[in-house]
T-cell receptor, first 113, second 113 residues
Framework: EDQVTQSPEALRLQEGESSSLNCSYTVSGLRGLFWYRQDPGKGPEFLFT???AGEEKEKERLKATLTKKESFLHITAPKPEDSATYLC??????????????FGAGTRLTVKP | NAGVTQTPKFQVLKTGQSMTLQCAQDMNHEYMSWYRQDPGMGLRLIHYSVGAGITDQGEVPNGYNVSRSTTEDFPLRLLSAAPSQTSVYFC????????????FGEGSRLTVL
């Protein structure tokens, strides 16, 4: 069965303290892995798509990387405005549509000034 | 540009009542979908549509109906509300049925007493 597990569930950082969020997946092949950011009371906002092991994507203080079993979202020198829940989702290779995406439960990140 | 608009933002129902959650997008996206988000769980797909007149079931369709008469609108109907349907509901759209880049609305929080 396709599964997506994110860790930790919650992470508290001081401003400027770099860290990483983990997304482990078990799927029958991987078509794509996606990262989203969700602010309290809002809908998720798309960040990155990764397709193959070794691929990296960057946006401001965020960098997403992908291996054959997991993805990391690295946050460098975070600021309070980076506080949010970060969601990971995978699209198994066996399926052709985004209706088959599976989401993880998310990591709630809090950055204290 | 409004993007994906959901109404209402909050709703309280009694068990057995019916209601419709509205979703509209102004991006001319063919793909639209409904998710529910529960604490500690990932987003789960309820129903989706790949174009006007075409709908299909997702992972958790029981107790919900959808229709797609226009490209812009994709309402979600709760036929006879149950406490297990207490959740936050998100509508999402995408320009393509294959891409994992979804555009989400801000959500509708439903409580069933």
């Amino acid at each position: 069965e396709d599964q997506v597990t994110q860790s930790p569930e919650a992470l508290r950082l001081q401003e400027g303290e770099s860290s990483s969020l983990n997304c482990s997946y078990t799927v029958s092949g991987l078509r794509g892995l996606f990262w989203y950011r969700q602010d309290p009371g809002k809908g998720p906002e798309f960040l990155f798509t990764l397709y193959s092991a070794g691929e990296e994507k960057e946006k401001e203080r965020l960098k997403a990387t992908l291996t054959k079993k997991e993805s990391f979202l690295h946050i460098t020198a975070p600021k309070p405005e980076d506080s949010a829940t970060y969601l990971c989702a995978v699209q198994p290779r066996a399926y052709l549509m985004i209706s088959d995406m599976r989401f993880g439960a998310g990591t709630r990140l809090t950055v204290k000034p | 540009n409004a993007g994906v608009t959901q109404t209402p933002k909050f709703q309280v129902l009694k068990t057995g009542q019916s209601m419709t959650l509205q979703c509209a997008q102004d991006m001319n996206h063919e793909y639209m979908s409904w998710y529910r988000q529960d604490p500690g769980m990932g987003l789960r797909l309820i129903h989706y549509s790949v174009g006007a007149g075409i709908t299909d079931q997702g992972e958790v369709p029981n107790g919900y109906n959808v229709s797609r008469s226009t490209t812009e609108d994709f309402p979600l109907r709760l036929l006879s509300a149950a406490p297990s349907q207490t959740s936050v509901y998100f509508c999402a759209s995408s320009f393509d049925r294959n891409t994992g880049e979804l555009f989400f609305g801000e959500g509708s929080r439903l409580t069933v007493l």
